[in-house]
């Protein structure tokens, strides 16, 4: 996966010959990959140097053969040229920089942004942290939930944590929760409002709310707090959800011939062993013939890709659908012969309003979904058989997300070229013991046929 590049770079240079007083010499450059040619311009260096003394070299015969296309005028005794010195930063620069260097074309390179993610990339890494985000909600809600999350990457931080720092957020989201009541509450549907109200309630000052999470903080119980903002972040998340009764986009005309699903749903899949054997025991428990999923479908993101999906559950296509395990993940075969509408690929860029259709994203330019494929029980639609601009009408696959084997950033290579509808958020340690033979013995939609709109009710 290549990423166009920009960096900047500053070296000081201090040669180690013995008893010998040299100058430093100190230059910065900045370079990045060109996109292509036509729009090349000249690499430029921009040097410069400072001697530390006037008498501090006066034997520079042995400099003098070191071939470089570089020359600057001297700066010691009015006119000495620097060719070693020049050499020698750029062999220190080729030797000691991580960068891919070599072969690079330098007089066809561009300054550009860096696209390079960093481990620091703020990708969810869980189901529940993706599908919180993805729900369209009241801008005063959004600025609740950044603020807390925030304290899951203060969390992290060995030893002492920034516990003034905690504060300062939660106080923050307890400003704009206050200050932005009304707001709030408006965007809740009327029949909805007193449901509402009563979550409101139980942010501010219910027994999990923000006003505890502050006690947590100041005590200074790292545990407390986890399960405090775990607590806090649901409360956001139900709130969200009531301010999201439906889809907040309009969809293209030409696809509402599709199943298309209007919200959230929940689909519960159980698996039983092909081979006769058994899951792993729950804590305390017996060996199990069969182990239950609970996958959450996020319609919001991918209305007509969960829509085909929930209708295809709710006819009994996967009842006794056999699984195969390829390299990190696990798709369904289709043994049933019952397949769906082949809906077009389906993704949602981060920072848009409506997904796109028949496209996929490029992750080297910085485009990135709302639904990652990049966590681990991540769900995804196959590419049809035919075109790889369409998800496949039947067959789907659980991602079994390894970030050892993804880019950097730990970003899968695929990501952005699958149509991602969902999570499993229940059972997800099963997916590591399922093996190629196993069977979806029943597929069922616990939650959201109210949601679920069938073409011929369009």
Not at 93 to 114: E, H, K, M, R, Y
Not at 137 to 148: D, E, G, P, R, Y
Not at 227 to 252: H, I, N, R
Request: hydrophobic share 40%.
């Amino acid at each position: 996966m290549a990423f166009p590049l920009s960096s900047s770079i500053a070296l000081s240079f201090t040669p180690s010959t013995p008893k010998r007083r040299f100058f430093s010499t100190h230059f910065s450059f900045r370079f990045s990959q060109a996109r292509n040619q036509e729009n090349a311009t000249p690499f430029q260096l921009k040097f410069q140097c400072k001697a530390s003394k006037e008498d501090f070299l006066k034997d520079h015969s042995q400099f003098r053969n070191i071939a470089t296309s570089f020359n600057l005028s001297a700066l010691i005794n009015g006119r000495m040229k620097l060719e070693s010195v020049i050499a020698a930063i750029l062999i220190a620069a080729q030797v000691t920089s991580p960068l891919p260097l070599a072969g690079w074309d330098f007089w066809s390179i561009l300054p550009a942004n860096a696209v390079l993610y960093s481990p620091e990339t703020k990708l969810p890494r869980t189901g529940e942290l993706a599908l919180r985000r993805a729900i369209p909600a009241n801008t005063n809600m959004k600025a609740i939930q950044a603020s807390l999350e925030e304290l899951s990457y203060l969390l992290r931080i060995p030893q002492r944590k920034p516990y003034g720092t905690m504060e300062g957020n939660v106080k923050k989201a307890l400003k704009i929760a206050v200050d932005g009541k009304d707001s709030i509450l408006a965007s809740i549907p009327a029949d909805l409002r007193e449901k509402g109200s009563a979550l409101y309630d139980s942010l501010i000052d219910g027994k999990s709310g923000l006003e505890a999470l502050l006690k947590c903080i100041k005590d200074q119980d790292p545990d407390r707090v986890s399960v405090g903002l775990a607590s806090s972040l649901d409360t956001v998340a139900e709130l969200k959800l009531l301010q999201a009764p439906g889809l907040s986009f309009l969809l293209p005309e030409q696809y509402l011939k599709y199943p298309r699903l209007t919200g959230r749903a929940v689909v519960e899949l159980t698996i039983e062993k092909g081979d006769g054997s058994s899951f792993s025991p729950e804590v305390g428990g017996e060996p199990r013939k069969t182990s239950t999923i609970q996958v959450v479908l996020d319609g919001y993101s991918a209305p007509l890709t969960t829509g085909n999906f929930a209708k295809l559950v709710t006819d009994g296509a996967y009842d006794g659908t056999k699984l195969s395990c390829i390299n990190q993940a696990i798709i369904s075969e289709n043994d049933t012969g019952k397949t769906g509408y082949s809906a077009p690929l389906e993704i949602m860029p981060l920072g848009q309003f409506e997904p796109l259709y028949k496209t996929t994203l490029s992750v080297q330019d910085g485009e990135l979904p709302v639904l990652p494929l990049s966590v681990y029980g991540a769900v995804a639609m196959a590419h049809s058989d035919v075109s790889e601009e369409n998800s496949s009408p039947y067959q789907f696959f659980f991602y079994l997300y390894d970030k050892r084997n993804s880019g950097l950033g730990g970003i899968s290579f695929d990501e952005g070229q699958f149509s991602v509808f969902g999570y499993t958020t229940a059972g997800r340690e099963i997916l590591a013991e399922i093996r190629s033979g196993d069977v979806i013995k029943s597929a069922k939609l616990l939650q959201g046929q109210d949601r679920l709109v069938l073409p011929n009710e369009s």
